[in-house]
Each structure stands twice: as C-alpha cells, then as structure tokens.
C-alpha cells in the first residue's frame, strides 16, 4: 500500500507539472484577427473518402459556400474503393459546381496506409502550392479559407495547425466525446505554446506542396496505418519548427461528426493512439506515457481500494488534483472552441481514466478496425 502510494503521487507530480506547462503554453497561443487583405493564396483541397455517402454531401455543401474566390481553390476528391453511392454524388456534385476546380481520383494502393496513399496519389497533380487536408465526415467554416489565407500574407508559414470540434447532440457520450476531443486539442495548443509542437488533426490541417516534397512525405512512417497528419508535422518540425504554426482564429474552426456507438469510437481512438510508438518527438512520447499511467495508476488505485488494500483519501486526493489540473486546461480550449458553452465533465472525468486505460493498453498489442478494414499492430 505504501510503495502504491508512493508511486501514484509521483506519477502525479510529474503529470501535474506536464499539464500546468501546457496550460501555460495554451495561455500563449494569441487568436488570429483577419485582416482586410485581398485573397491571394491558391489552395488544393484533398479530401480522402471510403463510404462516405451520408456525410460528402454535407462536406460538398459546406465547399460551395466557401467565402473565397473559386479561381483560386480546386478540390481533389480521392475515393479509396468505396462501396457505396459516395462517388457518384461527388460526380453530381461537380457536374452541378463546374465554377470550382474539382477532380475524382481512384485510390491507389501503395503501402500499409490507405489515407498517406491518397494524399500522396492527389499530390503530384495537385496545381497549387498550398495544400489543405480535410475528412468526409466534416463541414468547414465559410471563412475557413480567407482566415488561412490571411495568416500566409500576415505570417509567412508552411504549415498551418487548425482546430477541429464536434458537432453534438444534447446526449451524454456524445458531449464524452467532445471533452476527450477537448483535451487533445488543448494539449495541441498547448505544446504549440511552448515551442514543442507534436500533435494535429488532419482534418483542418495545411502545408505547401514544397515542404511535402522537400521532406519526403510520408516516407519512414508509411507502414503505420494511420498518421497522416502527427508524423508530417513532426518531420516538419524537426527540420524547419519555425515555419510551422498554430492558426486559432474561430472562423477557422472544422467541424466534424462524433461516433454513435461505442466500438467505433473504441476502435477509433485505438486508431489514434496506435501511432504513438511511431513518435518522432521524445516529449511526445514521455507526455503519452505519464499520461497512461496516470490513468491506469487511477483504476489501479480504485481497485485496490475497493478490496481494501488502498486508502480512499489517498486516491481521492490524487483524483481531485488530476481533475482540477485538466479542468483548467479544458476551460480555456472550451471558451475557444464552444464560445463558453460549458459541459459538465465530472462523469466524464470518472470515467475517462477507465476508458483511456483500455484504449492505451488495447493499443499496444490489438488491431484495428477502420472503414471496414482491419490493421494489425
């Protein structure tokens, strides 16, 4: 009990002061203003899709209300075998919008990765230097590409982080998942703050043609299925970390679809946390092991304490530092991303170390299943 005791408050200490240099870092990151600058910047859109029927027409809609001049966007659609009607409504959807620049491209499989492929299929026709990476199940904001656009001219980039949210419903797993999303987004604005960036979303995420190719895309991590976006900007910012920025400005914000059932999105975190062993960023990889273990020292601690072999106060203790630690830090990613409209994380946060357990042990030896497919370890 004592050795148990010992090694929680330890691993708490050193998470402890990972998050506060976080939130610190989080408090750092200042919000992009437009500005009144005209458009200048030609973008390619790359969208990969596998049985997306349901979700493309609202991703399409959201293109066609773009606040930006359309000479200046093309859309490179790249279908990854799917089986359903989702390439046909992207070919009533071009037919119907001959104004925007749009291609419809088939998979070709090259490595473990089907996404990586797709990317690096579209990118040597791609006419523009400045790449941007959605996902079918999103929709993006109207001034999505002119706030992008504005900070080029302002800032003079090669690689744009952006943040993305969910869109809820008024159900509780749905709001689970928004505060678990919450998080990742706040520790990436957070490390981005203190000058150790290592995670993003490829769902709202930007880069030239020229740095792509100048690091070697996605060779060295291609036998990862997922990690289109992570292992990108990690290479980036090992080679050139002051060209890679953090954009938060709310016009910029992606909105994306949480799951509806507990194995996909089980599945589908496993899915992200599979790449971790595939870090380049030593502080990454540090951060993510504090991480499992605070939350695995917190289920063990609960299970111990339940057959009488753990103090309760102890644990208690340890919970409440914990909870009040990420509470701070989802403050301020809240007031960003949800204008202050504040869900009630405390089920969430009893929860959440189970959950996070599962998945990060899960990770390390499961495979995984992903638009009807199965990835090994």
Not at 38 to 56: D, H, Q, W
Not at 118 to 138: E, G, L, S, V, Y
Not at 269 to 293: D, P
């Amino acid at each position: 009990m004592e050795l148990m005791t010992i090694l929680l408050y330890s691993i708490l200490m050193v998470y402890t002061i990972l998050m506060l240099r976080l939130i610190y870092g989080f408090g750092k990151i200042k919000t992009f203003k437009n500005t009144k600058e005209s458009p200048k910047t030609a973008f390619t859109i790359i969208v990969p899709f596998r049985n997306e029927e349901k979700n493309l027409p609202h991703l399409l809609q959201s293109f066609s209300k773009l606040n930006y001049p359309h000479e200046l966007i093309e859309i490179i659609m790249v279908d990854d075998f799917s089986t359903d009607q989702s390439e046909k409504i992207c070919i009533q959807w071009r037919m119907n919008h001959d104004d925007i620049d749009t291609t419809l491209l088939e998979n070709l499989r090259l490595s473990h990765s089907p996404k990586k492929d797709a990317i690096a299929r579209a990118m040597p026709i791609a006419k523009h230097n400045w790449i941007i990476t959605t996902d079918a199940d999103c929709t993006v904001p109207k001034n999505w590409l002119f706030t992008i656009d504005n900070y080029i001219q302002t800032h003079e980039p090669e690689m744009i982080v952006g943040a993305v949210k969910y869109k809820t419903k008024n159900n509780w797993f749905h709001q689970f998942q928004q505060l678990d999303l919450m998080s990742l987004q706040g520790v990436t604005m957070g490390s981005f703050g203190i000058s150790k960036p290592f995670m993003c979303n490829g769902a709202n995420f930007a880069y030239t043609k020229k740095l792509f190719r100048e690091l070697d895309g996605f060779n060295g991590n291609d036998k990862i299925a997922s990690g289109d976006d992570v292992f990108l900007l990690q290479k980036a910012v090992k080679r050139s970390p002051d060209l890679v920025h953090y954009l938060k400005n709310p016009q910029s914000i992606v909105k994306t679809k949480p799951e509806n059932d507990l194995f996909k999105l089980f599945m589908q975190r496993v899915r992200w946390a599979a790449k971790t062993t595939g870090y380049q960023s030593n502080y990454a990889k540090f951060l993510a092991v504090i991480v499992l273990l605070m939350n695995f020292g917190l289920v063990i601690g609960f299970g111990l304490a339940i057959r009488g072999c753990f103090d309760w106060k102890s644990l208690l203790i340890v919970f409440s530092i914990k909870y009040m630690t990420d509470y701070v830090l989802l403050l301020g990613t809240n007031k960003y991303l949800q204008k202050g409209q504040w869900l009630f994380p405390m089920a969430s946060s009893i929860i959440y170390p189970f959950f996070s357990s599962c998945i990060g042990i899960y990770s390390l030896f499961g495979s995984f299943s992903w638009k009807g497919r199965t990835f090994k370890k």
